[in-house]
């Protein structure tokens, strides 16, 4: 998959063709079906990966999922780039959210810090993405010391929907979360935006339900979606690079 890195400025990418593109990558899924290769839908190319994630699959890595950890930011600047496409048919509203992309901090845990919740992350309720933007400056937390809740528009079936992001992950001022929506910049965030936490966040795209821990039943019982072209660039890449 990094062998397929088409600039400079970009440290890795999926583009989910070949043979066996998701050989090699982290995977948390419970079942087979969970993350396939799709070769009847695609953003460009010919492939994409299939998510499916139903209310009574088995619960991995502490909940119900399917995602792909694509490991820690290498950097405090990067960028983030993925395109979905959501059938209508396994897409109707839900008031209950699930997350489709998160940056998941690490917590101290030699000074007794617990584990918490992404400091980032889209998520879709109602029929929209959210992104939620959190921070935290004390070197030991337990939670946000301060949210924001963006709302980035409407989910719109059966149509790619192509996503960027340019992020300073910080704490403090000089923080940055810079959101693109099909080439159009929708978002600018500045500020605090991340844990004061040795490590830097690792993300992850997929699917997560936490509704669904423990067989908790929501108003949809199965969710579906394609991703193509995810790729993280260095703090040179562009927009263009990125999409």
């Known amino acids: 998959a990094t062998g397929d890195a088409t600039s400079a400025s970009i440290r890795w990418e999926n583009l989910f ?7 090699g990558v982290g995977m948390e899924k419970a079942h087979d079906y969970s993350m396939t290769v799709s070769n009847s839908v695609a953003y460009q190319g010919s492939q994409s990966m299939r998510v499916e994630l139903r209310e009574s699959d088995t619960e991995v890595a502490g909940g119900t999922r399917a995602e792909l ?35 998941h901090s690490v917590p101290d845990e030699h000074l007794g810090e617990p584990w918490r919740g992404p400091a980032k992350s889209v998520q879709i309720q109602n029929g929209r993405f959210i992104m939620k933007i959190g921070y935290n400056s004390q070197q030991v937390s ?4 301060g949210e924001k809740i963006y709302d980035l528009g409407p989910v719109t079936t059966d149509i790619w929907h192509e996503f960027a992001f340019h992020i300073i992950h910080s704490y403090g001022s000089d923080g940055l979360v810079e959101v693109f929506h099909n080439g159009k ?20 795209v997929g699917l997560y339900k936490w509704v669904w821990n423990g067989n908790v039943k929501s108003d949809v019982s199965k969710r579906v979606l394609f991703f193509d072209n995810i790729r993280i660039g260095t703090a040179g890449a562009t927009l263009a690079d990125m999409t």
Do not use: C
């Not at 063709?17 to 050989?23: A, C, N, R, V």
């Not at 950890?69 to 897409?91: D, I, Q, R, T, V």
């Not at 337990?142 to 010391?145: A, F």
């Open 69 to 103: 950890n694509l490991g820690y930011a290498k950097a405090k600047e990067e960028w983030y780039s993925f395109a979905a496409m959501f059938p209508a048919e396994f897409n109707g509203k839900d008031s209950h959210s699930e997350q489709i992309v998160q940056w």
């Open 17 to 23: 063709e070949g043979s066996s593109p998701l050989s």
């Open 142 to 145: 337990t939670g946000y010391e």
């Open 185 to 204: 910049k929708i978002l600018e965030h500045r500020g605090g935006n991340s844990y004061n936490d040795v490590n830097l966040p690792y993300w992850k």
